[in-house]
T-cell receptor, first 108, second 113 residues
């Protein structure tokens, strides 16, 4: 179907460690969006990927779109406590369909 | 610029009561979305509007839920009668077009007792 699967569901890291979340689809994606939701907050748009193999960086965050446009990843280098939250990928299918999210906790 | 504004921020009411959630999208945005978020089901799209017209309401749980957008600057989501299983955080979001990044409001935390 139109679902996007995100793994892992939870990730606990020590501050300074790297973190990666993956988003997978069984069908080709026209584009993929990533959002971050802090605890008690609302989803905030981070980035949109459109092109096959696209890589975009935002400071310590690296976003990648697979060559086949069926998967995407978000990698955070040297996590900080401010990175805590749930990271969602979302696919465009006429409407935006969100994955279940990866909840990141960072131990100082 | 003001973001998406939702009211109320919190609502606690007894089952059977009518609940009305309100949303003011960002000025100039043509698309408006209503979401429900729970631990069990995650972030679910309930309905979305383009230019004030409902486009997809397939996510609306049942007839107890209804949504309106009488003009470009205001939308409501109504639950009547409310049930405990409706307890969730309800988000409104808007975007300049339905395939563009969405801007979320702070949400309404709804508790039905």
């Amino acid at each position: 179907g139109q679902q996007v699967m995100q793994i892992p569901q939870y990730q606990h890291v020590q501050e300074g460690e790297d973190f990666t979340t993956y988003c997978n689809s069984s069908t080709t994606l026209s584009n993929i969006q990533w959002y971050k939701q802090r605890p008690g907050g609302h989803p905030v748009f981070l980035i949109q990927l459109v092109k096959s193999g696209e890589v975009k960086k935002q400071k310590r965050l690296t976003f990648q779109f697979g060559e086949a446009k069926k998967n995407s990843s978000l990698h955070i280098t040297a996590t900080q406590t401010t990175d805590v939250g749930t990271y969602f990928c979302a696919r465009q299918g006429g409407k935006l369909i969100f994955g279940q999210g990866t909840e990141l906790s960072v131990k100082p | 610029d003001a973001g998406v504004i939702q009211s109320p921020r919190h609502e606690v009411t007894e089952m059977g009561q009518e609940v009305t959630l309100r949303c003011k999208p960002i000025s100039g945005h043509n698309s408006l979305f209503w979401y429900r978020q729970t631990m069990m089901r995650g972030l679910e799209l309930l309905i979305y509007f383009n230019n004030n017209v409902p486009i997809d309401d397939s996510g609306m749980p049942e007839d107890r839920f209804s949504a309106k957008m009488p003009n470009a600057s205001f939308s409501t989501l109504k639950i009547q009668p409310s049930e405990p299983r409706d307890s969730a955080v309800y988000f409104c979001a808007s975007s300049s077009a339905d395939n563009q990044p969405q801007h979320f409001g702070d949400g309404t935390r709804l508790s039905i007792l």
